[in-house]
């Protein structure tokens, strides 16, 4: 089967795409639910209707664009990603998964292709956390992560639920019904660009992800006792500076300790009440954002610190007291789609590497549901989430290239004569 992508069509639509936007070109704004968010979610359904695909959509406003296969009860084979975009973003991020996927579908669909199970393409709603505060709403929702009365209650800038925000976009329906049955989909593979600079540092065409990094983060209040940095003399103090200065010590020891690279753990934030020069701290807050590639590491760290917090608040007779903020899965990819796209990049002769994502997304939760894999392309200097985010019409047609062929690998099914 020889695949042809229309290069110039997807370039002109992912043109088209970045248009629908509340900055002036380059950059593009499009936050979930705006106006400019439901005209680019209009554009892009009559795309699928014209690709003959059957659109239908969730109650959070993920959409399902289907190329019905010959055995539609089989679980189906996914692709997709998001369209939304954060104040002054690039073109790409999330688009080339999007409308990249739907060109792989056009270009099987030019070949006479027909699938044994059916192909769908998802747009997931508000990968990106801007409005509601938490990333990969949609996802998260499909796959059970998040409790649809959690998710209903999320408040944007302007005091606005979720819930009336997305029922005054239009959609309707309980959000219960958004999440959908584990096995559903017997495979999802995400195009996207990297948004790191290691393809194109190594001048490699395509990066097969392997492991998706995910994060906790959790916040630290320390409550010690005050006093003047005079009066009060050392023994007996209680500073919870300094027991936050151990603690700090002790989430990079317990990152380090692993000795595994993919192992991260930064305290990014401290603040220091009354914050006087003369004054012993008496209450402090860190933040503290834990990831790796694997689940039970990570775990493993995140309750060493644990105990190094209270050890430390009973040897110093502060009280500490710990709130997750967020313990995301990591995701592994699964081998089987790894290996298709292996033979569809070496089918076609264009070189990959294996690697891992170190930031977060749909994929994620999707994993929670189906067998994963996603498919990096090069992303020139590695920006992402700026205005300058680009990848040539060559890379994208390469990754979509493979994403055909691995599709239809994933999907099975026979040419028509
Ligand atoms: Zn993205």
């Not at 705006?34 to 014209?50: G, I, V, Y």
């Not at 990066?207 to 003047?228: M, Q």
């Amino acid at each position: 089967m020889k695949i042809q992508i229309d290069q110039q069509l997807l370039n002109r639509e992912i043109d088209t795409l970045a248009g629908f936007s509340d900055a002036e070109a380059p950059a593009v704004t499009r936050v979930v639910f705006s106006e400019q968010d439901r005209k680019a979610r209009a554009w892009l359904k009559e795309r699928f209707a014209e690709a003959g695909l059957a659109v239908r959509e969730d109650a959070v406003g993920n959409t399902f664009a289907r190329w019905e296969g010959a055995k539609p009860d089989l679980p189906a084979v996914a692709t997709g990603s998001h369209v939304d975009a954060i104040p002054h973003a690039g073109k790409y991020d999330g688009v080339v998964g999007v409308l990249g996927g739907l060109e792989a579908i056009r270009a099987l669909e030019r070949t006479g292709f027909r699938p044994k199970r059916s192909i769908e393409l998802i747009v997931f709603t508000s990968e990106e956390p801007t409005r509601f505060g938490l990333g990969c709403l949609g996802s998260r929702l499909m796959s059970g992560t998040l409790a649809p009365e959690a998710a209903a209650a999320l408040r944007d800038d302007e005091e606005q639920t979720l819930d009336t925000v997305r029922q005054r976009a239009g959609f309707k329906g309980s959000l219960d019904s958004v999440r959908i049955a584990p096995g559903s989909y017997s495979a999802f593979v995400e195009l996207h660009i990297e948004q790191g600079p290691i393809l194109e540092e190594e001048k490699i065409p395509l990066g097969l992800v392997t492991h998706i990094a995910a994060p906790a983060s959790f916040r630290i209040t320390i409550e010690g006792e005050g006093g003047h940095a005079g009066g009060r003399l050392m023994p007996g103090r209680r500073d919870a500076l300094c027991a936050a200065a151990e603690i700090i010590l002790a989430v990079e020891r317990g990152a380090l300790g692993t000795g595994a690279i993919d192992t991260v753990g930064t305290v990014g934030i401290c603040q220091v009440h009354p914050g006087a020069v003369n004054s012993i701290p008496s209450r402090v807050q860190i933040s503290v954002d834990v990831r790796d590639t694997d689940a039970a590491r990570r775990d493993k760290v995140q309750a060493e610190i644990e105990a190094a917090i209270e050890e430390i608040g009973r040897r110093r007779g502060v009280v500490a007291r710990v709130e997750i903020i967020n313990s995301d899965p990591p995701a592994e990819s699964s081998p089987e789609i790894l290996a298709a796209l292996t033979a569809a990049c070496e089918t076609e002769g264009i070189g990959y590497r294996r690697m891992v994502s170190r930031a977060y997304h749909d994929s994620s939760f999707m994993s929670q549901i189906a067998p994963i894999a996603m498919l990096f392309i090069p992303c020139r200097g590695g920006v992402s989430h700026r205005p300058d985010e680009y990848s040539s019409p060559e890379e994208i047609g390469r990754g979509v290239k493979v994403l055909a062929r691995t599709l239809a690998a994933l999907a099975g099914g026979a040419q028509q004569v």
